[in-house]
């Protein structure tokens, strides 16, 4: 059974920062692209980043800068560093483990992540 497992999302002022984790259970973690995706209400969900099985990051245009995906294979996690938060940030944030072509195979429940002053 595949699991992933979010944590580290919350509530921040704009300007804050806020780290989300996500463990993975029941697969070879290490042959898995993972990344980010959120979902604002009333939007589509959007990828955030992703890091490829070999380390290769892409990022949204719109956290460029900002947000870092890294990955410890040992640990079988990914996490999401996330700085300068602004409103535009506020959205739930979904862990997705996926292989080549559709990167569509396993997510996480969502942790809610909300920018307020």
């Known amino acids: 059974q595949v699991q992933l497992v979010e944590s580290g999302g919350g509530s921040v002022q704009p300007g804050g920062s806020l780290r989300l984790s996500c463990t993975a259970s029941?697969?070879?973690?290490?042959?898995?692209?993972m990344a980010w995706y959120r979902q604002a209400p009333g939007k589509q969900r959007e990828l955030v980043a992703r890091i490829t099985w070999y380390g290769t990051t892409n990022y949204a245009d719109s956290v460029k800068g900002r947000f870092t995906i890294s990955r410890d294979n040992g640990e079988n996690t990914v996490y999401l560093q996330m700085n300068n938060l602004n409103a535009e940030d506020t959205a739930v944030y979904y862990c997705?483990?996926?292989?080549?072509?559709?990167?569509?195979?396993?997510w996480g429940q969502g942790t809610q992540v909300t920018v307020s002053s």
């Open positions: 997705n483990a996926g292989l080549p072509p559709t990167f569509d195979n396993y």
């Open positions: 029941g697969i070879i973690f290490r042959l898995y692209a």
